[in-house]
Structure formats: C-alpha cells, structure tokens
C-alpha cells in the first residue's frame, strides 16, 4: 500500500468511525506507528481531520474525500471505462462532463487522445463541464475549448451547481453528456449522494442528444440519495466486465446499450 492508497485509507475510517487510533490503524494497514502519525500531521495540514492525542477525529467540516485525496480502488477498472468512454467521442463534438473520478479520467483520455494533439485551426473539441479540476487540466489543451457552467462551488467538491449553473445550461445544447454516477439501477435510474449535484447533472442530461452513465460494477443496482434521471433516459452504460449478466440484461430491457470496457 502506497502513501496516497494509506491515506484514503485513513480518511474512509475517519468517515466510517469518526475517529482512529495510531496503533489500531498501523495495524490494520500493516505500517509502523510513526508512518501512522505523519500520515495523520499531513491530512491535519490540509484541515480533512483534526489530530489527538494518540490519533485522529473527523473535522468539522463535512466532506466528501477531496479527488486528490481519493484511492483509485477500481482503477484499473476506471481507466478501462474512461477509455471506452473516450473513443465514443468525435471530432467538432460539443461534449459534456460533470464532476467525479470516472469523469475527471474521460476528461483526460479525451485530452491524450493522438487525433486531439493535432494541429488545426481552432478547436476540435468543446467540453461543458461543472467541475473545476477538469476545466483546470484541460484549460491548456490548445485543441479543446473549455466551457465552464458557473454556479456555487461546493465546499465538499470541486462541482458547480445552483441556480446559476441552471442558467447557464437552459441555453446551450450537447452533443453527449457522461455522467458519473453514485449509484445506477434498472428500475431506480441514475443517482447521486447529494441533492445539489443531480440537479444539475439532469439538466446536463437533458440538454444532451445522447446521454452516457459511467459506472463501474460496485455501483450497479445500488441507490443514492437523489435521483439524477430514470434508466429510460439514459442511451448508453460504460461499465467494467464485473458487471452482473443479470443487472446487465435488465439495464439492456430497459433500452440502454451496455458497453462492457
């Protein structure tokens, strides 16, 4: 386990437990005590918890892990998804990207992609996105012209939503839209843990001539909070070869294309 994986880590007890003891966790993740205490003073530095005597407390801040601060437990999954998601993409395409993990690497693969480097005229490519660390990396890609939703930042993310953002999408058109999900299921559709977020990513949704969910397997047929679309509106489901046959077919009754990366 590497220093960024020991760091999620610790912050996933932290929000399961609300606090963690030095030595209960430098047994569990298997490392010395003092490796423990850095590990702890760094993620203090950056205000994700608060330091104790002898371990950690959750902060008083609500969060969701920051995306830096974020494992990539399935990624080798998550690539394969991003990269399928990638290839879907044309040039003159004007696409959308809401904020997430999944999303941020689709954003990436677009970015790298060889047809994407070539030099042109203008830009080939248009991404929407409501999410500022994607706007950030692909700001300096010369090829891709970045369009921003406005909106409020959520302190928890690095996500766009509100009412401003809601102005902005009314008037524009999409090409395609991916969406990163917390949860999809055949007869609940695509949901998202808060509220704010799926607001804003319906309205991505149904400015969008064709709508891709990005999900890996874990979240197929669980359920979140707030509900972002039902299944029927979705077109195409990018998920890794774990998928369920059984929950593969019943998204595929549904009228969803399911791509198996």
């Avoid at 990005?214 to 998920?239: N, Q």
């Amino acid at each position: 386990m590497n220093r960024h994986e020991r760091l999620t880590a610790l912050l996933d007890m932290v929000g399961e437990r609300e606090k963690v003891d030095v030595e209960v966790s430098a047994g569990e993740l298997g490392v010395s005590p003092a490796t423990i205490r850095r590990d702890l003073d760094h993620l203090a530095g950056r205000n994700l918890v608060v330091r104790t005597r002898g371990g950690a407390v959750a902060s008083n801040v609500a969060y969701d892990l920051p995306l830096r601060h974020k494992a990539a437990r399935n990624a080798p999954e998550q690539q394969r998804i991003s990269a399928a998601a990638a290839r879907m993409v044309d040039p003159g395409m004007v696409v959308g990207l809401n904020g997430g993990t999944t999303s941020t690497e689709v954003g990436r693969a677009l970015a790298t992609r060889p047809d994407m480097g070539e030099p042109s005229g203008g830009p080939l490519l248009t991404v929407v996105t409501n999410a500022l660390n994607i706007a950030h990396e692909l700001a300096v890609r010369p090829n891709i012209k970045i369009v921003v939703t406005g909106g409020v930042a959520r302190q928890q993310s690095f996500d766009l939503s509100g009412p401003l953002s809601h102005l902005f999408l009314d008037q524009i058109s999409l090409d395609l839209v991916f969406l990163g999900v917390d949860a999809f299921d055949p007869v609940h559709g695509a949901q998202a843990h808060h509220e704010g977020d799926a607001s804003t990513n319906r309205l991505m949704a149904a400015r969008a001539r064709q709508v891709v969910v990005l999900a890996d397997s874990g979240k197929l047929g669980g359920h979140a909070f707030a509900k972002i679309c039902a299944t029927a509106d979705v077109d195409v489901l990018v998920t890794d070869g774990r998928a369920d046959p059984e929950r593969v077919h019943a998204f595929e009754e549904e009228g969803v294309r399911v791509v198996k990366a």
